[in-house]
Structure formats: C-alpha cells, structure tokens
C-alpha cells in the first residue's frame, strides 16, 4: 500500500509489505515515482503511459509492475482519492495476482485444447441439462454429431432429447440416463437411429455430473459411429449364410476310378455322394458294384454301354440316366467323366462328377407338359389363333403359325394361309387407327384390340373381333392374336339395336308414359313423357315404381301387379297419383309381362295415361248431360202447366164481370197475379229448356249494357256502386235483343243480391279471340271471335261445395219467397242457344265474377281470325315461372310457352312458387302468378318475390275481377294483368310487353 501524488505520481508514503514485496527500501520508495514500478517496455509512448498511470490512481483494474530484482508481477489495484498534507493524491492498495493470472491462462490454455479436441474429434460429444422437472435438454454438441447426424448446432442445442432423438432409440437412451445418474456410474449401450443423413449405428457412453449436493446437474455423453463395421458385420454373416445356403444346396460330388488291364479295379465316391444317393463314401467302398446296382434296369444298359468304351479310353459325351435313392425314390443324374493316363499314354482311370438333375428333368417335363396342352389349346381352341412376324411395314407382316379355326374363319386353308404368308390383302380394316394402334402397342410392349373382316373366296364377310400382344421369342418380334367370329353377334346386335331404336322411338314419340319394372316393382326405364308428372326420367330408375301411387290406391296396385306377376296376365287398372305439391292426378295403366330367353317372366312394362283432364272433361260432358235432361224435364213440365194456368187466366175475367163485391174482386186480383207470376214462371222454365231461339239480329252489346245499367242505377241500392268499361269498338253479334237484356238483368240482379251491405258492381266488355289452348281449358269453349262480357261483384262470393250446382233451374241459396232458383239456369240456356258459354270465378269474402262469351259477327278489319298466330312474338330461351294452383291451367300454360321459344318451371301455391324463385331468381325472368290461391295466395307471394328482388318482372292472373279492381298494397308494382283463362294471344303478347318494355 502507498500514497502517491496525482500530479507528479511521485510516492509521498509506502507501508512495509510494499518494501518487502517489490526490494526497496522506504526512502528509495520515497524518491521514485509510480513510472519507476512499472516495466520499461511499458512506457514507450510516455505520454500514453502517464495517463494511464494516472488513470490507476483513480479507477481500479489490474497492472503490470517491476521488482528490483527485474522479475514482472501482476498487481490488482484499487485507490481512494484525498488530501496528504495539502497535496492532492491518491491512496493505494496493491495485491500480487501472478499466481492467479497464471492458473487462469492455464485453464484458458486449456479450455482452447478441450474446445479444440471437443470439435475436431470424430466421435460425437454432447452435454446434457438436467431440469427440474427431470427432463433432458441438450446444452452442447460437437461438430461430429451435427455431421453424423445432419442437424445442425441451431436444430439441436436448447432442445428437449425427446425433441431430437427420434424413436425407439429415445425410450431406451431415457431409461440409460435414469440408470446412471441413480446408479452414479458411467453407461454404455448400443443405439439405432433414424436422422436425416439416414440409418445411424452408435456406441453410445454417458456419464453424470453431479453438484457440491450431490445433485445431479448434467449428462456427458459421446457416441462412437459403429455403423460402417456393423454394416460389414452383417455383410460378413450374410455372405457367409450364402455360401453355407450354397454348400446346402449342392447336389453334386466327384469319384475316381482306376482301370487296370481294361477293367475298373476301385471306385472312391466323393463326400457329397451321401446327399445325392443317399450311400456313404464306405457304403460304396465295401460294394464295388453299388454304383451299377442303383441303376434301374431299364436304364442300365446305358450305364454299361459307355462303361467299356471309357475302359479303352475312348472319350465319350456326359451321360443323364436315372439312379435310385437309399429311400427308394428315382433320381436323375448327369454323369460326366474326364479320362486319366499312366506316364505309358494307356488309360489309367477317369474322374467322374455326378450331378443331380432331377429338377431339372421335372421342369423339361412340365415344360413338355406345357407345350403338349399348349398344342391341345391352340387347335382345338373356338377362337383363332395367329403368331405373325411383326413390322412397322404392314406389308412386311408375315403368318409364321395360325390353327385350323384361324384358317376357317378366313375360309382358307392353313397350309394356304402359311403359303401367302402377308395376309394384308385378305382382310377389310373395320378401324382407321388399327395400324397405328398396332405401331404403338409394338412401341410400349402393351395389347392392342380391334376388329376387321375376311375377305372370304366364297364372297362372304366374316367379321373378327381381335386382340393382339407384341412378343419376342428368340431375339424375335412377333405378335400372338386371339380372333373370334363375331359376325352373328354383329347381327344380332344389329337387330337389338333396331328394336331398341324403334321402342324408343315408340316410348318418345307417344303421349302414353311407359315404364319398364323388375318383379319388384323397381323403375328400370321410364319414357320421357314421365317428365310432365314426376320429373326427369333419369332420376327415377331404380327407384320404387309404387311410391307416386295415393296411398288409399297403393295396396290395390300392388296386388294387382304380383297377380300380373303370378300368372303373366297383365291386366287394365285406373288409379290415383299423389305428387309431391298436393296434386292428385287419375292414372289409367295397362300392364304386361316381358319374358327372358327362357320364358320366364323377368320384367313387367306397363303403359300408362293420364286422364285427369278426360275425367274433368267427362265430368263437365255429364253435368251439360244432366243440365240438358233436366231441361227437356222442366220443358214437358212447363208446357203442361201452361194449359193448367190458360184457363184459370180465362175464368179471372168472367168471375170479374159476375162479382161486384169488393173483397171478391180483391180475392180476383190476387189470382191473377199468382197466376201471371205462374205463367212467367213458365216462359222462363221454356227459355231454359227449350233454348227458345227469338229473332237473331245484328246486336251491339254496348247498348243493351247502357240500358240495362241505367234500369239497375234507378232501382237498385245506393250503397252499390255501379261502374261500365266498355270499349268504343266493341264487335257486333247476332242476338235477341230481349233475350240479352234478360241474361244482363238476371245478373245484376243476382249481383245486387250478393251485396247486402252494398259493394261495386262492375259491367265490362271485350273483343276477344279464343285459341286452341283456351278451349281445352274450357269444355264449351271453340276457337273464334267472341264478345266477353264481364259482371264482378265483391259481394260475399260462392263457396266452392255448391259452386258446380247454381245453374241447376229451382237451385237457390235465398230465402223462401226471395227467388225461383230459374235466373241463371235460364240465363245459361240464353247463353247456349247463342252458341256461347259462361266461365265463373268467385272466392267466399271477395266476390264473384261471371264471363258470358257471344260468338262476334261483325268484328270489323282488324279483328284477327281464330288460330292465326303466324305474328305472335316467340321468346328467345327465357325462363318464366308459372304460379297457379290449376294443375290444367299450369300445364297448358307451360306448353304454350315452350312451344313459343320460352322455358318453364311451375309451381302449385305461393309458397311453392317464392322457394323455386329463391333457388332460381338469378335465372327467371318472368313470374306469371295467379292472384287467389290456398296456402299462400298471390299478393303475399308478389310481395314475397319484390322483397327478394325489388326488380322482379309479374304478370298477374286471376279470373275474378279486372286489373283496375285488385286492392292491393301501394308497392305491388304488377306489369301486366291477365283475366282468366287467357288465349295463348294474351298470354304471349303479356309476356313481349312485359320483357321488351313495349307494346307488341
């Protein structure tokens, strides 16, 4: 320790370990300064040194001083600034740490040669961490192991074992670290490893390294890479298995025998002879004649043949005959021998090698076996067979072998065929591609297949079907075909193929559906006129052919098809469809059987038709019958109640002049009004069933319409409000004037009375003509001009159950004493009598709407002729939705549209009709709907449809009231308006306007 000046770094005091560590004495202490301490080769640069010299005075750190004696320490320094008698400097306290500066360049010297071992030895060397969790991770590894194992340091190092080390090596290294750290000794084992540089083989030895606590803290292990020896290991013992396999396996010695004067004197047979003969070298020692004794009989006069001939040295070819076993069985032997000569040039004796070739001979006999059946096949063989020379020239293409039905089917010889060899010009390619086909097959080694047609010397054709593979046999390309005669097969295709053309010409072409059924009653085939009613054909095969029937029908079905079945016996059956929208369709079907080749019934076909629409025709024929009967009825009644009502009319004015008395004449009055209130009772049971003709005239409807309206405006409530829409060009036609104002006053006069709380009544007329498509909507209805006239109300409506019964005459729903019940049965049979008709639409709570159609006369230059629809527009593809819940109404409206050019898609209700729109609205550009329907009727559904797309395009329909009328929300934004039932005109002419945005 000493005190030293900060300015002149002279020494101003020392303590006595200083003296006695560096050799002076206090007073030379006293006269030095701090640069005296240090070594010469220090201070070259003084004034560096100066400042580092005061910088030891203020810092601590570590020098470098000089002893007396010139021997170099090193000095750990620390210092304490003060005051040491008013000068400034520093207090110092030195220590001697040479030792330890040595001890740690010896350990820095080392640890650069372990470093330098660690990563320059082959082996590999890793450090371990054990974590508290006494799991394993890697702290260190040396080169050896990233390059043993393809792992990089940074894949490794930080790591978890079982992150690295790959399985099963992990289980067993997991269990050999657990071992040596409870055991605290060194382990070694052998590991098999999986890492990306491929299969590892290891000597692995680890040892643990344990804390002052006795705390394991880490693993040291290496590993010796023992794969190369381990691989030579293994290919040593394979190698030596395979040569003891191969001394196994040889089944051949060598013997000697010695001749002496010309005759064998002694046989020795090799060690191996016991393996192939079953004898012992001494067996054959103590009996010289065995050898001959083993030959067979039959073969034994080989064996002594060529015994004399070796005597007298002659060399003769190795000789196979057969030998038998110790254990009985025949083996076959290849005896070859080699001649030995005395110094004297005569035949000393020869060596033999007997081998066993007893595999041998059975594979040449399956081998002879082979060729034997081969020969059997190949001429005996149906189909043809043919080994041609193959050539990418086909006129290079030579026959080298055929079979006789080869030659037959090409009606030639086989000697005649070998002989022309290039058959090219005896066969019709069926296929362009056959001999490019061929080129290709040749080129990759694969078959080819194709047909052609001998050219037979007959004239006859032979069609073959083939198939050819390219081989080669003895450096040789050939190809080997198999041919067959196909041409009845052709034939008969052909004929199938005509009578499936022409049963699906029949089953398209005709409006029956046809269905083909297994005895299951499974859909094999349906005709495409299934589409109409259950959709694509396709989809329904399979499908069982039972599951469209009603379900009170199903049962009949059946049982009438499994009788159809048992006996063969189709028989004709009406039933009932029930699809999937709720419609109920009348089926009428006839069945029959379809037996196999055997004459057993396989399948049932069944032709059926739909006669829904017949029946609702038949129905409407019945009701017109049944109206007309009673017609003729209320007639004969009538007439005869007329002559009961003339003379009562008579006796009414005789009694009026004979009785004065007032009550008598009162009495007089009343029968008289009964009986004229009888007598037009009468006249108008006449109109209806008589169909009373009148005087026919030119008529123009409009003014019989004002006239009538006028009377009905002054008599009837005002809480009814009348309106007209009557065009100024309505068309004329031939009429009675009274009969017409009658049919008008009956139905106003039924309107006003469907108004009790008052209401509208609108009277409105049209010209317009009826087409094909209308009129099958309509059973009176033909195809023409006629004048519709139109009476709506909005009274309480007709419900449906007595809808079809208000024109029956004496029907009514009014009060005793109200009505007849003969106004609409007469107005009906006005109408009939004019050669027209009369549609009703009405829905309870909403009104009703009768139509009066009028054969026009006078239709003027501009009224189109009935079915004339050469200008009528077409569509060009676009798909309309149909709403409606008339299935008729639906059906021909969708034929009418894409027989014009559209496409449809229909739907039986609101509900049905939104869900289609949903799935298709970016396809449909027209939704034609009708207005009143069940489930979801026609405003719910438009306004449904304008939700989902604001832009939608809606022609509405409805047979009950005018566009005018329809009470509907203020956003309802229909484009068009269609009364029904609609002609394919309107329809058409709707659906232009509404898609152009133009009149057409």
Known sequence: MWVCDLETLAFLEVNAAAVEKYGYSRDEFLKMTLRDIHPSQDGTHLLDNIAKLRSELEQP??????????????????????????????????????????????????????????????????????????????????????????????????????????????????????????????????????????????????????????????????????TRRKRGEEALRQSELRYKHLLESVTAYTYTVEIQNGSPLSTVHGSGCEKVTGYTPSDYSSNPRLWLEMVPLNDRHIVEHYADPLCEGIDIPALEHRILHKNGQVVWVRNTYVLKYDDNGKVAGYDGLISDITERKRAEEVVRDSEERFRMVFEHVFDGISIYSEDPDPSRRILVECNDRYAVMAGRSREELLRIGNTQGLQKTIEDSANSKRLESLNQGTAYAGSFSWIRPDGKENVIEYVGMPITWRGKSLSIGIDRDITERRMAEEHIKQSEEQFRLIAENVADMIAVLDLDGKRIYNSPSYESILGDPESLKGTDGFQEIHPQDRERVKQVFQETVRTGIGQRLEYRFLLEDGTVRSIDSKGS????????????????????????????????????????????????????????????????????????????????????????????????????????????????????????????????????????????????????????????????????????????????????????????????????????????????????????????????????????????????????????????????????????????????????????????????????????????????????????????????????????????????????????????????????????????????????????????????????????????????????????
């Not at 740690?104 to 890793?126: C, M, N, P």
């Not at 069944?606 to 829904?612: E, I, L």
């Not at 006005?830 to 009703?848: A, D, P």
């Not at 009328?965 to 039932?981: C, E, H, R």
Request: hydrophobic share 40%; glycine share 8%; net charge neutral.
């Open 61 to 226: 750190g570590e020098s470098r001083h000089a002893l007396r004696n010139g021997r170099i320490i090193d000095v750990e320094v620390t210092s304490q600034t003060l005051s040491y008698h008013g000068r400034k400097a520093s207090l110092v306290i030195g220590r001697d740490i040479t030792e330890r500066k040595r001890a740690e360049e010896a350990l820095q010297e080392s640890k650069r040669r372990l470093s330098s071992i660690y990563d320059t030895v082959g082996d590999v060397i890793f450090h371990l961490t054990v974590e508290a969790n006494g799991s394993y991770r890697f702290s260190s590894v040396n080169q050896a192991f990233c390059n043993l194992t393809g792992l990089g340091a940074h894949m490794v190092v930080g790591k978890l074992v079982n992150e690295v080390i790959p399985e099963p090596s992990l289980s067993l290294a997991l269990e050999k670290y657990r071992q040596a750290i409870e055991e605290n000794s060194n382990l070694r084992w052998e590991e098999r490893s999986e890492y990306p540089t491929g299969r590892l083989i290891g000597e692995v030895s680890i040892a643990p390294v344990f804390d002052d606590s006795k705390t394991c803290v880490g693993l040291v292990g290496s590993m010796h890479d023992i």
């Open 593 to 1000: 059987v379809i037996r196999d080749s055997d004459g057993r019934i396989s399948q049932v076909i069944v032709v059926s038709r739909d006669v829904t629409e017949e029946k609702r025709l038949a129905a409407q024929f019945l009701r017109a019958q049944r109206m007309e009967s009673i017609g003729t009825l209320a007639g004969g009644i009538a007439h005869d109640l007329n002559n009961v009502l003339a003379p009562i009319m008579m006796a009414i004015e005789v009694l009026r002049s004979k009785i004065a008395d007032p009550g008598g004449q009162y009495i007089l009055n009343t029968i008289e009004t009964s009986a004229k209130r009888g007598a037009d009772i009468v006249r108008q049971v006449l109109a209806f069933g008589r169909g009373v003709e009148g005087d026919r005239i030119l008529v123009q409807l409009k003014h019989i319409v004002i006239e009538v309206v006028r009377i009905a405006g002054q008599t009837f409530p005002k809480s009814i409000d009348i309106r007209t829409d009557i065009p100024r060009d309505l068309w004329t036609v031939s009429a009675d004037p009274t009969q017409m104002h009658q049919v008008l006053l009956n139905m106003l006069v039924n309107a006003r009375d469907a108004m009790p709380n008052g209401g509208a009544l609108t009277i409105s007329a049209e010209n317009t003509t009826l087409d094909e498509s209308y009129s099958r909507m309509h059973l009176e209805a033909k195809p023409g001009t006629y004048v519709s006239l139109a009476i709506a109300d909005s009274g309480t409506g007709i419900p449906a159950d007595i809808r079809e019964k208000i024109f029956e005459p004496f029907f009514t729903t009014k009060e005793i004493g109200m009505g007849t019940g003969l106004g609409l049965s007469t107005t009906l049979a006005i109408v009939r009598s004019h050669k027209g008709f009369i549609n009703v639409y009405s829905e309870v709570g909403k009104g009703t709407t009768f139509r009066i159609y009028i054969p026009a006369t006078g239709t003027g230059s501009g009224a189109a002729a009935a079915g004339d629809q050469a200008d009528l527009p077409t569509g060009k593809g676009e798909l309309i939705l149909i709403i409606d819940d008339e299935a008729a109404i639906r059906e021909i409206t969708s034929e009418t549209l894409q027989a014009y050019g559209y496409k449809a898609m229909t739907a039986s209700d609101g509900a049905e009709g939104v869900a289609l729109f949903a799935e298709n609205k970016g396809r449909i550009k027209v939704v034609i709907t009708d207005i009143m329907m069940p489930v979801m009727d026609g405003t719910a559904a438009i306004l449904a449809l304008k939700k989902m797309n604001p832009d939608v395009k809606i022609i509405a329909a409805s047979g009950l009231t005018t566009r005018g009328q329809i009470k509907t929300p203020s956003n309802y934004n229909v484009q068009a308006f269609l009364t029904k039932p609609y002609t394919a005109e309107k329809l058409l002419r709707a659906l232009a306007t509404v898609l152009l945005g133009t009149s057409v």
